[in-house]
């Protein structure tokens, strides 16, 4: 580990361990965390990150490698004395699934203990029906469980699931039968999967569980304070203040589809005039529209072609739209909360991110920046995985992070 990663990880390590009696489980997270950010630590490096004594890293470290946790990698040898030997999480150490019901699709994963997905089930639609979804998920279910050896299946500690926290909401924009909406009102996703497993079931909107997903495994483990933008059929968000996901009050804060796009006001004739909210110019169910207007599949909006004749013409006028209108957000982010940075990202292809956040902060430059500090704005690193992994991140962090809630960022 060299330097600048020795000195990374020391600053966002926290809690550290303890040496009292009683800290066994505790100071195991600790260490575990501690090589999770780091990619792999020699028990010195962890000994002294953690603050724990040498020999209690080494009773913990050999605890941990014989419940499979933790492995071995190939010596290091330095000019001097004996070659060190880095430990590493093993990536059968842990297993979990996460489910993302979306309006457009459901995406379920199989993580491994390092994050990594080995296996992904998706199904597609144009709007999810309960009584065929839930079926479906169960099916799947199964699937992803049996696909682990018999003898790692005793590893899969659990299911995060990701989803809108309204289903139902918005029919007539999507262009969907009001009676189909409905049929989601009052169904408790959480309940309906939970009689489908013996597994632990756990709950996130999906948004925040995409920004879980960016502030753990992504940009996020070096941003202290961010907003997070996901641009799906509605755009929505997440925000991190001080390494912390903020759900507030209503489980709301930083959804970003919700702001107004101007000012509200009362007209002559007493008629209010209602400015639209940033979902309606910069959600790709616009982009949707405008291909299906044209001939064109929509489908193409989460993929290659969307900058690809016949449809880019089409994608490039969504974005002069857009990009205006989440640089009005952003700014506003910005000034009322003084961020680090600004994250989007998305469920479309990595080149029309890459032409989103061009736009975006060519809008940026049109505002006048004195008296607040122009926020970086930054390429979401995950995709259309970060809902799912996301979910599927919280089992893993209740039963392996030193801190139980998931929410709170092991950082500065």
């Known amino acids: 580990m060299n330097a600048a990663t020795a000195a990374s990880t020391e600053q966002r390590l926290k809690p550290r361990g303890s040496n009292h009696v009683g800290m066994r489980q505790f100071n195991e997270r600790v260490v575990l965390q501690a090589i999770r950010l780091s990619g792999s630590l020699a028990k010195a490096d962890i000994a002294r990150l953690t603050k724990l004594t040498p020999q209690t890293v080494q009773i913990i470290i050999a605890r941990l490698e014989a419940d499979g946790l933790v492995t071995k990698?190939?010596?290091?040898?330095?000019?001097?004395?004996?070659?060190?030997?880095?430990?590493?999480?093993n990536p059968d150490g842990a297993f979990s699934i996460g489910i993302k019901i979306g309006r457009r699709s459901l995406d379920m994963l199989l993580l491994d203990f390092t994050g990594q997905v080995r296996e992904r089930l998706s199904l597609a639609y144009a709007f999810p029906d309960p009584a065929t979804l839930f079926p479906e998920i169960e099916t799947r279910l199964r699937q992803l469980e049996?696909?682990?050896?018999?003898?790692?299946?005793?590893?899969?500690?659990?299911?995060?699931?990701a989803a809108p926290l309204s289903l139902e909401g918005w029919p007539s924009v999507l262009g969907i039968d009001p009676q189909l909406a409905a049929r989601w009102a009052g169904i408790d996703l959480r309940e309906r999967v939970v009689a489908m497993t013996d597994?632990?079931?756990?709950?996130?909107?999906?948004?925040?569980?995409?920004?879980?997903?960016?502030?753990?495994?992504?940009?996020?483990?070096?941003?202290?304070s961010?907003?997070?933008?996901?641009?799906?059929?509605?755009?929505?968000?997440?925000?991190?203040?001080?390494?912390?996901?903020?759900?507030?009050?209503?489980?709301?804060?930083?959804?970003?589809?919700s702001l107004p796009l101007g000012l509200a006001s009362v007209g002559r004739t007493g008629r209010s005039g209602v400015p639209e909210q940033l979902l309606s110019q910069a959600s790709l169910v616009s982009l949707e529209a405008s291909f299906t207007a044209h001939g064109l599949d929509p489908t193409a909006a989460v993929d290659a072609r969307a900058?690809?004749?016949?449809?880019?013409?089409?994608?490039?006028?969504w974005l002069r739209t857009?990009?205006?209108?989440?640089?009005?957000?952003?700014?506003?982010?910005?000034?009322?909360l003084d961020l680090d940075g600004i994250i989007i990202?998305?469920?479309?292809?990595?080149?029309?991110?890459?032409?989103?956040?061009?736009?975006?902060?060519?809008?940026?430059?049109?505002?006048?920046?004195?008296?607040?500090?122009?926020?970086?704005?930054?390429?979401?690193?995950?995709?259309?995985?970060?809902?799912?992994?996301?979910?599927?991140?919280?089992?893993?962090?209740?039963?392996?992070a030193p801190d139980r809630d998931l929410f709170l960022k092991l950082g500065a």
């Open 307 to 317: 900058l690809q004749k016949p449809w880019a013409t089409h994608t490039d006028k």
């Open 345 to 400: 990202d998305g469920s479309f292809s990595r080149e029309l991110l890459h032409e989103v956040i061009k736009a975006v902060n060519a809008s940026l430059d049109l505002y006048d920046w004195e008296g607040v500090a122009r926020p970086q704005l930054l390429e979401g690193t995950i995709g259309s995985d970060a809902r799912a992994m996301g979910g599927a991140l919280l089992p893993l962090y209740a039963n392996f």
């Open 226 to 257: 961010f907003l997070y933008v996901f641009v799906d059929t509605f755009i929505g968000g997440g925000l991190v203040i001080d390494s912390h996901l903020r759900a507030g009050l209503n489980g709301n804060a930083g959804a970003v589809g």
């Open 73 to 89: 990698l190939a010596p290091v040898r330095g000019k001097v004395g004996q070659p060190s030997v880095p430990m590493a999480l």
């Open 146 to 161: 049996q696909s682990l050896p018999p003898k790692l299946r005793s590893r899969l500690h659990g299911v995060g699931m």
């Open 199 to 224: 597994l632990p079931v756990e709950f996130v909107k999906d948004t925040a569980a995409a920004c879980v997903a960016e502030l753990v495994a992504g940009r996020g483990r070096s941003l202290r």
């Open 322 to 336: 857009a990009a205006p209108a989440v640089a009005f957000a952003a700014n506003s982010a910005a000034c009322l």
